[in-house]
């Protein structure tokens, strides 16, 4: 029996909690029984036996949960094999995140997160931690949300030398853009339409101005490349210079323009907005995220997906769980 404790009970925990249930068939055939022994949100929490569907309820009808547990009193119970951490991001800090995954960490349980600001923060410290003291970190939905990368990369292409990745990880971004270039409408009208489809960040900032993509490259560069490499390392340019005007004259010439994040084996950690051929398969539209990965032996591969949203960064968060626990046999 897999015990699960889930601090963080906004849009994204409750993702993961719906998620389970929906899902508890498959989830089950995988990894076997599996339980929630705590949740807690910033203010409060419910521990003990109770149900998942009950504790979703009461959030939403209460506006909390029960009891008033923190994150760290839910750690120090203990009574979790493992810690999914879903609370805010914040990529300078790494709070309150980071305090959560180390306490989980040290004690020996393994953690799985969708919260980018510790890697971005201390991704080498926690991956040490994780090590010394026997535990797993996954981090699959801190990346491209249910776009498989993370894992992709180190298991399927865990044959081949990684040159170079390039790719659209802000899927905000890339809808103000892609409106632009369809309907020129001006940068502060989509960008308050890209925040009512709910993947904006709570501060758009972290978007628009290209720190959200800065802060999966660095997640990337570090496991992928093996770096040690922090936010102010990146180059980041984000996309609230770019006007209408602009994309009339790159259509003109067949080009578009695309905030582009970019990572290799020599050192380079670029996002900023690009011209991209309109053919490019880069040139994507709407929410989506994609990633060209270059490798030696396997070539160029391309992955394409939902980069935001709670059904789909549930999607990677389960991936971690069964990666950890799981027996993927076929059918
Ligand atoms: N604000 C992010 C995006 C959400 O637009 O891609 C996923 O990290």
């Given at each position: 029996m897999i015990k699960i404790a889930l601090i963080g009970f906004g849009t994204v925990g409750r993702g993961f909690a719906k998620a389970l249930i929906y899902n508890r068939n498959i989830i089950q055939r995988k990894i076997g029984e599996f339980r929630v022994t705590a949740i807690c949100d910033s203010k409060s929490s419910i521990t003990g036996d109770f149900k998942i569907e009950d504790a979703i309820k009461y959030k939403l009808d209460k506006g909390r949960l029960p009891e008033n547990r923190n994150a760290e009193d839910i750690i120090e119970l203990?009574?979790?094999?493992v810690l999914v951490e879903t609370t805010p991001t914040d990529?300078?800090?790494?709070e309150p995140g980071l305090s959560y995954i180390k306490k989980a960490l040290t004690t020996g349980r393994d953690v799985i997160t969708s919260n980018k600001g510790p890697l971005v923060v201390a991704y080498r410290e926690l991956m040490t931690l994780a090590e010394r003291h026997g535990a797993k970190i996954g981090f699959e939905a801190t990346v491209g949300g249910a776009m498989p990368v993370v894992k992709m990369i180190r298991d399927e292409l865990a044959g081949n030398r990684i040159r170079r990745i390039r790719g659209i990880l802000n899927g905000t971004t890339n809808y103000i853009l892609s409106r632009m270039e369809k309907e020129k409408a001006p940068y502060p009208q989509i960008l308050s339409e890209a925040q009512e489809l709910g993947i904006a960040e709570a501060d758009p900032g972290y978007d628009v101005e290209g720190i959200d993509a800065g802060a999966k490259l660095v997640i990337l560069a570090n496991s992928v490349f093996g770096k040690d490499v922090k936010f102010d390392d990146v180059e980041v340019r984000g996309i609230?210079?770019?006007?209408p005007e602009a994309f009339e004259i790159a259509v003109e010439k067949g080009y578009t323009i695309r905030l582009i994040a970019e990572a290799d084996e020599d050192g380079k950690l670029e996002v900023s907005p690009r011209l991209v051929k309109l053919t490019n398969p880069l040139a994507i539209y709407g929410t989506l995220n994609a990633v060209l990965i270059e490798t030696d032996l396997a070539g160029e591969i391309f992955v394409i997906g939902r980069g935001a949203g709670e059904r789909e960064t549930a999607s990677a968060l389960i991936s971690d769980l069964v990666d950890f626990y799981g027996n993927c046999s076929f059918h």
């Amino acid at each position: 029996m897999i015990k699960i404790a889930l601090i963080g009970f906004g849009t994204v925990g409750r993702g993961f909690a719906k998620a389970l249930i929906y899902n508890r068939n498959i989830i089950q055939r995988k990894i076997g029984e599996f339980r929630v022994t705590a949740i807690c949100d910033s203010k409060s929490s419910i521990t003990g036996d109770f149900k998942i569907e009950d504790a979703i309820k009461y959030k939403l009808d209460k506006g909390r949960l029960p009891e008033n547990r923190n994150a760290e009193d839910i750690i120090e119970l203990g009574d979790f094999d493992v810690l999914v951490e879903t609370t805010p991001t914040d990529v300078f800090s790494g709070e309150p995140g980071l305090s959560y995954i180390k306490k989980a960490l040290t004690t020996g349980r393994d953690v799985i997160t969708s919260n980018k600001g510790p890697l971005v923060v201390a991704y080498r410290e926690l991956m040490t931690l994780a090590e010394r003291h026997g535990a797993k970190i996954g981090f699959e939905a801190t990346v491209g949300g249910a776009m498989p990368v993370v894992k992709m990369i180190r298991d399927e292409l865990a044959g081949n030398r990684i040159r170079r990745i390039r790719g659209i990880l802000n899927g905000t971004t890339n809808y103000i853009l892609s409106r632009m270039e369809k309907e020129k409408a001006p940068y502060p009208q989509i960008l308050s339409e890209a925040q009512e489809l709910g993947i904006a960040e709570a501060d758009p900032g972290y978007d628009v101005e290209g720190i959200d993509a800065g802060a999966k490259l660095v997640i990337l560069a570090n496991s992928v490349f093996g770096k040690d490499v922090k936010f102010d390392d990146v180059e980041v340019r984000g996309i609230t210079r770019i006007t209408p005007e602009a994309f009339e004259i790159a259509v003109e010439k067949g080009y578009t323009i695309r905030l582009i994040a970019e990572a290799d084996e020599d050192g380079k950690l670029e996002v900023s907005p690009r011209l991209v051929k309109l053919t490019n398969p880069l040139a994507i539209y709407g929410t989506l995220n994609a990633v060209l990965i270059e490798t030696d032996l396997a070539g160029e591969i391309f992955v394409i997906g939902r980069g935001a949203g709670e059904r789909e960064t549930a999607s990677a968060l389960i991936s971690d769980l069964v990666d950890f626990y799981g027996n993927c046999s076929f059918h």
